[in-house]
């Protein structure tokens, strides 16, 4: 019984840990918001909100390349944190200045905003492309 209270059944592996944070993260982001992104450009449609002041079409260009391209990167666990340090920048910005930091309106932003800092400094762990 005392097995089963303490979850010992469960392997004790960060590194399983990492790949289950990888692919929840990547491909989440990839399917839920980057592949939409991606498909509004491909039809022409580029109207995007320009957060820092680099223009309308350059920010959503950079936002579709860190969700589609960063995020398959870091499913297979290929430059892993440099991936990470641009989801989370995009995410930060996200957060920080498209929701002025209120969690009402950014929690989700937030939670990838934290879920990429935590690959970033940990990386992508020994089940990765990195690791090979």
């Not at 449609?45 to 390349?65: A, C």
Request: aromatic share 14%; with cysteine; hydrophobic share 60%.
């Amino acid at each position: 019984m005392q097995k089963i209270l303490r979850l010992e059944f469960i392997a004790n592996s960060p590194d399983l840990g990492l790949l289950v944070l990888r692919l929840l993260l990547g491909v989440s982001m990839l399917w839920l918001h980057g592949w939409e992104k991606l498909m509004a450009l491909f039809a022409g449609k580029t109207s995007f909100p320009n957060p820092i002041g680099l223009g309308s079409t350059p920010s959503f260009l950079l936002v579709i390349f860190a969700e589609v391209v960063c995020s398959v990167l870091i499913v297979f666990g290929v430059f892993t944190r440099l991936a990470a340090a641009v989801l989370a920048f995009a995410m930060g910005v996200a957060f920080f200045v498209v929701n002025g930091a209120a969690l009402a309106k950014g929690e989700l932003a937030w939670l990838y905003f934290g879920g990429y800092l935590v690959l970033f400094a940990a990386g992508a762990g020994k089940f990765s492309v990195d690791k090979k």
